[in-house]
């Protein structure tokens, strides 16, 4: 398409998405100056330029995959693209707008990847599984289907560790992935991939799983925003079609949600607005309409601090952060608890725990799973191997009341929101540690002020959230004396999603600004 061609329908869309006539004529001067690294903007403003034919989408497209060849070797994020169909479904966006004068919707002729977890039609997805090394899905998942509907233009996979298993990012096909800021260290997992690739501008957005961190852990430790989202007997962005569970299974882990990531909070918002949705057997009578945030000011929130606990101590530099944030809270106006606790930090835990490795027996052979009933029953509640062996073979029973459990937690979670509008804890105990790729999992630890932990700590914090079905949002917030992102987590109610965006873009100018990747800026 010809800029003149794009030029001539900038009017009727300008008028389709509600611009005035010297709206529309701002927004194209504003793109014309930065046009030629409008890839490396936020989603907002790329989309905004193709729908006003600032931009043609094959021309973003050609930038984007131009910033790949230079970018992607260094930090391996996006493992599989699919160029040809993806300029296929740039020129078709075009041409639809050329012809029409109308988009395809909130994400039209936007060039975005995907998770290697979640099923593309068409294009290979792996879960960095070997046993799913040529695995070309011939139906899309629910979320994918929903990206391409709003306009969207799927342009490859990035990766995760195998089986989503882990939580940093590298698998025996296509190898590690590396954190954008330091490459010794993790870029997080699962979804390391998709965090490096939003950080490092191979794509503005990107759709996460979080089932133990697995969304927002990435985030933190690559520097950018990630959303958790809510979670009750169904989740509000549906999950069919990720893996595991394996190709053609209908369910999910009862525990897991996917949210979006992106550079910024506003961001955020508009990949929410296309994702949050009933699954497609429910969209004939259910729709999903988050709440809308009825607060304006920092000044108006009830907000709960949890900067520490013994259950998990962070390190010095997190605990300075968290009192850079309560000091802005406090300055801004916000009412700032420090003292109460929602639940116990242990118990929340175990339960998590519990949940957690009950879920993953799910897809487990029978062969196999007989065999850990057997050497589960012969353990005593003491020993080493027992919370992971009787946890994933309990009986249905034990698994009724575990989730009784979960939902006197909830119950416990809704109290303290009646007098609390959030809870602001860390994100993780420090910034992201070294990469342990080459260390056996039972060998591998973290150091928080010179102290050996668990390498599950990272995780704990985030974790706070994922039983009782509770959106959370990462937020990047200055850097350690090496230069490395820090974060901090906002938790909220029950479907209070918008809400936790709305703090975020309310929080970050008063905050010290995160580092942007190398990448980014060079």
Known sequence: MSRRSLLATTAAVASAIGLSGTAAAAERKATARGASTLHLAPARRQVAALRTGA????????????????????????????????????????KHLADTGRTLGPLHGLPMTVKDAL??????????????????????????????????????????????????????????????????RTAGGSSGGPAAAVATGLTSLEVGSDLAGS????????????????????????????????????????????????????????????????????????????????????????VG????????????????????????????????????????????????????????????TDEAFAGEVKAADKLSDDDPSALYLKSRTMRHRDWARADEERQKLRAKWAAYFTTHDILITPAAPTAAVLDQTSVPTAQRYIT??????????????????????????????????????????????????????SVAKLLAPVLPAAPKAPALTA
């Open 55 to 94: 931009i043609s989408s094959r021309a973003l497209l050609d930038q984007l995959l131009d910033h790949h060849a230079k970018t992607n070797p260094g930090v391996n994020a996006v493992i599989t693209l699919d160029i040809e169909a993806a300029r296929a479904a740039a020129d078709k966006a075009d």
């Open 119 to 184: 099923e593309t039609k068409g294009m290979r997805t792996t879960c960095g599984s070997t046993d799913l090394a040529d695995h070309v899905p011939d139906t899309d998942a629910d979320v994918v289907a929903l990206l391409r509907a709003a306009g969207a233009i799927i342009i490859g996979k990035t990766n995760v560790p195998t089986m989503c298993q882990d939580i940093q990012t590298s698998n025996p096909i296509f190898g590690k992935t590396n954190n954008p800021f330091a490459d010794d």
């Open 215 to 302: 969304l927002r852990l990435p985030a933190a430790y690559c520097g950018v925003y990630a959303l958790r989202t809510s979670r009750g007997a169904s989740p509000i962005v549906p999950t069919r079609g990720h893996i595991p569970r394996p190709p053609g299974w209908l369910t999910s882990s009862d525990m897991i949600t996917l949210g979006p990531i992106a550079r910024t909070a506003a961001d955020l918002d508009l990949l929410l607005d296309v994702i949050a949705a009933p699954s497609p057997a429910d969209g004939a009578a259910w729709s999903i309409r988050l709440p809308k945030p009825n607060k304006t000011r920092l000044g108006q929130y009830r």
């Open 305 to 364: 601090l949890w900067a520490d606990d013994d259950h998990c101590r962070v390190d010095a530099a997190t605990r300075q952060l968290l009192d850079q944030v309560a000091a802005a809270l406090r300055k801004a106006g916000a009412s700032v608890d420090d003292s109460a606790r929602p639940v116990d930090f242990a118990a929340s835990d175990l339960l998590f725990t519990r949940l957690m490795y009950a879920t993953s027996s799910a897809t487990a």
């Open 448 to 501: 928080v002020d010179g102290e050996k932990r668990s390498y599950y700590d990272q995780t704990a914090w985030i974790n706070l959230a994922v039983p009782a079905g509770l959106p959370s949002l990462v937020l990047p917030v200055g850097k350690t004396a090496e230069g490395l992102p820090m974060s901090v987590q906002i938790v909220g109610p029950y479907l209070s999603d918008r809400t936790l965006i």
